[in-house]
């Protein structure tokens, strides 16, 4: 069966700090795709990136990064120099039959990014 | 480009009641899928459907049934609907081919049983 754990449930920082939300799943697969998404206030979910899994490949976009390490199963999220506009819940989220298919989620991660 | 949309955003029931939530999909999606997220928690998947079947179900009560329509549009329907039904609940378009295409989620309906 498949898993997400996001151990941290609230993260507060201050404006331009760096701040890392971990994820840390649980597959049978070897093929599975892994996702972050953030949601504000408003409740919409908004993609932010797509992991597949014969891809290692770490990515950053912009002041966001990610970390995919298959040895400790884990695919973590650093935003650098935080901004009060990331403040919002944070989902990792796992998919064994596609980008497309059932997504398991994680509990989500509040991120508070004070002024 | 349209994205994915639902209606109503917002919606009052008393226990016992039954409920329709629509959702129509991004433009050029033939699949969509239903996600419930109660408050603190993360979105469980329900349903998803595509060809006007459903093609896999999570693990919800036989309450919750759904439709899709040859527009791809869908309908999540709750029957006798119970307190812990109140939720967010989120409905999500892909492509059913596109395996490695992400889906997209809709701003939610938010349900409040009393």
Redesign the interface.
């Known amino acids: 069966a498949q898993k997400v754990t996001q151990a941290q449930t609230e993260i507060s920082v201050v404006e331009k700090e760096d701040v890392t939300l971990d994820c840390v799943y649980e597959t049978r697969d070897t093929t599975y795709y892994l996702f972050w998404y953030k949601q504000p206030p408003s409740g919409e979910l908004v993609f932010l990136i797509r992991r597949n899994s014969f891809d290692e490949q770490n990515e950053i976009s912009g002041r966001y990064s990610w970390n995919f390490q298959k040895s400790t199963s884990s695919f973590n999220f650093t935003i650098t120099a935080s901004q009060v506009v990331d403040s919002a819940v944070y989902f990792c989220a796992l998919s064994e039959d596609g980008a497309n298919s059932k997504l398991t989620f994680g509990k989500g991660i509040t991120l508070s990014v004070r002024p | 480009d349209a994205g994915v949309t639902q209606s109503p955003t917002h919606l009052i029931k008393t226990r016992g009641q039954q409920v329709t939530l629509r959702c129509s999909p991004k433009s050029g999606h033939d699949?969509v899928?239903w996600?419930q997220q109660a408050l603190?928690?993360?979105?469980?998947?329900i349903f998803?459907y595509y060809e006007e079947e459903e093609r896999?179900r999570?693990n919800f009560p036989d309450r919750f049934s759904g439709h899709q329509f040859p527009n791809y549009s869908s309908e999540l329907n709750v029957n006798a609907l119970l307190l812990g039904d109140s939720a967010?609940y989120?409905c999500?378009s892909?492509?059913?081919w596109?395996?490695?295409?992400?889906?997209?989620?809709?701003?939610?309906t938010?349900l409040l049983v009393l």
């Open positions: 699949t899928s996600y603190g928690q993360g979105p469980q998947f998803q896999q999570g967010l989120l999500a892909s492509l059913f596109g395996k490695l295409l992400t889906q997209y989620f809709g701003p939610g938010r």
